[in-house]
């Protein structure tokens, strides 16, 4: 990258050196890697985002996705990075071979997230969900469901979203309202609203298959009652024909600035058709699948901006020259900031928050790999990442604010401005 935005000799002495990540492969189903295959792997992921995501940072950030007539246009940069990203088979590359994956273990994927993410994360929120809406439906669909939508989101032919969050129902999913009426044919008409949806809309894949939570008409009330559809933007029959999912707004948020945060109505015409996924009134269950993956995504968001934060405020403290070492006589050559003590407790707090935050989120993924090699140790690991997961995605979050906040305080004036990170 021109910018370094993260150190490749942390994530290789957790990888490697801490995790001794290599001993995976003595396991079938990670066999065929190595510690040469994972290194290539995150070659990979600096290239992709050193070509495509971190080009266009800066000018996704200024120029935000537009809702006109009714669609979303998003960054051009968006698209290249999208079809480099899956062109590489990064969104497949956890899944089983059977479904065109490289069974890469979740620990080295997280890395390679980390790569992505500390170059542009509103980007990555792309990929990541493809990811997994697609584990889920790998998990819980029928074989048509499997044959259907998988291999499209994993190749980016079409991408994904979770629909989950609805005006008055937030942190309460059980106060949804979203209505799933059945129809003589197995399928479903869906009627309600979903806010904050992020990638809800753009116009980079012909397609956009929405996991929406509703309520199956009868079901019972609170979260009991709760199941999971999937629900194309189109009609997946003839791409042509709207299946009525329509795009009310874009929420302007403070960060992410590239990834449209969509207000969608659903049935707005009684014409919306979904698709059950699993069985009735588990969709909070199944999403929580999902979410928790999720979970640990936004920790490590937080750790990547943290690092991207980070190797820029050491950067310019190393280049920018004002005031005198208090040790010199004032005569002397004014000196580099980097030389100041407060300067460099700010910088090696920014620095603590992202070595040990990274070495927190890869252990919490190498849990995950642990259930996969070591079955009877599945419970044991399981209750591990139960109470890790909403800590490091709580960690992650609040201590990149923090580096993010010393950042600014190391640029001082310029840091307040958008001239600069």
Not at 24 to 42: A, G, I, Q, R
Not at 94 to 112: C, H, M, R, V
Not at 231 to 252: A, M, Y
Not at 264 to 291: E, H, I, R, S
Request: glycine share 8%; aromatic share 8%.
């Amino acid at each position: 990258m021109k910018m370094q935005l993260y150190t490749r000799k942390n994530i290789d002495f957790i990888l490697h050196d801490v995790l001794e990540v290599e001993e995976l492969c003595k396991n079938d189903y990670f066999k065929n890697h190595s510690k040469e295959t994972f290194d290539l792997v995150l070659d990979m992921a600096d290239e992709v985002s050193k070509k495509t995501s971190l080009p266009a940072f800066v000018d996704s950030d200024r120029n935000q996705p537009a809702l006109t007539d009714g669609h979303v246009k998003v960054h051009s940069g968006l698209h290249a990075f999208t079809k480099a990203y899956a062109d590489a088979g990064m969104i497949a590359s956890t899944f089983d071979e059977s479904f065109g994956g490289q069974q890469l273990p979740k620990t080295i994927y997280a890395a390679t997230e980390y790569v992505g993410m500390s170059a542009h994360n509103s980007f990555m929120m792309f990929t990541d969900l493809a990811n997994g809406c697609s584990n889920l439906i790998a998990t819980f669909g029928n074989q048509e469901q499997k044959e259907l939508y998988v291999p499209k989101l994993l190749s980016a032919e079409w991408l994904s979203s979770m629909c989950l969050t609805e005006p008055q129902a937030g942190s309460s999913l059980s106060e949804i309202t979203t209505k799933a009426s059945p129809q003589t044919n197995g399928t479903f008409k869906i009627s309600g609203q979903k806010v904050f949806i992020s990638a809800g809309d753009h116009d980079i894949t012909p397609n956009i298959v929405h996991l929406v939570l509703a309520r199956i008409e009868g079901a019972p009330a609170g979260v009991k009652g709760i199941s999971l559809f999937i629900v194309p933007k189109n009609r997946v029959e003839d791409l042509s024909q709207s299946n009525d999912v329509t795009s009310i707004g874009i929420f302007h948020k403070m960060g992410q600035k590239a990834t449209p945060a969509m207000h969608l109505a659903f049935g707005a015409n009684d014409n919306c058709v979904g698709y059950l996924l699993g069985k009735a009134n588990q969709g909070l269950t199944q999403m929580f699948k999902m979410m928790n993956g999720a979970r640990l995504g936004v920790g490590m968001t937080g750790i990547a901006c943290a690092s991207a934060a980070y190797h820029h405020s050491l950067k310019y403290a190393k280049e920018r020259i004002q005031g005198k070492r208090l040790d010199l006589n004032q005569k002397a050559a004014s000196v580099t900031i980097v030389e100041h003590p407060d300067v460099r407790r700010m910088l090696l707090r920014q620095k603590a928050i992202v070595e040990g935050g990274l070495a927190f989120m890869l252990q919490c993924y190498f849990y995950i790999d642990q259930i996969r090699v070591n079955p009877v140790k599945k419970s044991y690991y399981d209750t591990l990442l139960e109470l890790l997961t909403p800590v490091a995605k709580t960690f992650g979050a609040e201590m990149g604010i923090v580096s993010v906040n010393q950042g600014l305080q190391v640029l001082g004036g310029y840091g307040y401005t958008e001239d600069f990170p």
